[in-house]
């Protein structure tokens, strides 16, 4: 059973930084895409970034320019910095495992989520 962990998140003040980590037992992410979602109150779940199996990235507007997706196969841990984090940052954030080595971009191409880290940013 592979699951997955997320840590990291917690309260920050606004322009502030996290990094998110997501480390993987019971399986490898050597071989598969990953991604961070995340889920704010009243809202969908959304993408934020993905990362293929040999490193290009993809990211949601909100995102790029701001956040860094990254991956350490050997440690089976992914990351994401968030740099000028805003109020709108605010969110359940989950790391995922896709079905397969290419970029994801639907829930439903992600077979293997976390439990999610509240991230938090205060005016």
């Known amino acids: 059973q592979v699951q997955l962990v997320e840590s990291g998140g917690g309260l920050v003040q606004a322009g502030g930084s996290l990094k998110l980590s997501c480390v993987a037992s019971?399986?490898?992410?050597?071989?598969?895409?990953l991604a961070w979602f995340r889920q704010a109150l009243g809202k969908e779940r959304e993408f934020v970034a993905a990362?293929?199996?040999?490193?290009?990235?993809r990211y949601a507007d909100s995102a790029k320019g701001r956040f860094t997706i990254s991956r350490d196969n050997a440690k089976n841990t992914m990351y994401l910095q968030m740099d000028s984090l805003t109020s709108e940052d605010t969110a359940v954030y989950y790391c995922?495992?896709?079905?397969?080595?290419?970029?994801?971009?639907?829930?439903?191409?992600?077979?293997?989520w976390g439990q999610g880290t509240q991230v938090t940013v205060s005016s």
């Open positions: 990362i293929s199996r040999l490193g290009p990235t």
């Open positions: 995922a495992r896709a079905r397969g080595i290419t970029i994801m971009l639907s829930q439903g191409d992600y077979n293997y």
């Open positions: 019971g399986g490898t992410f050597s071989n598969y895409a």
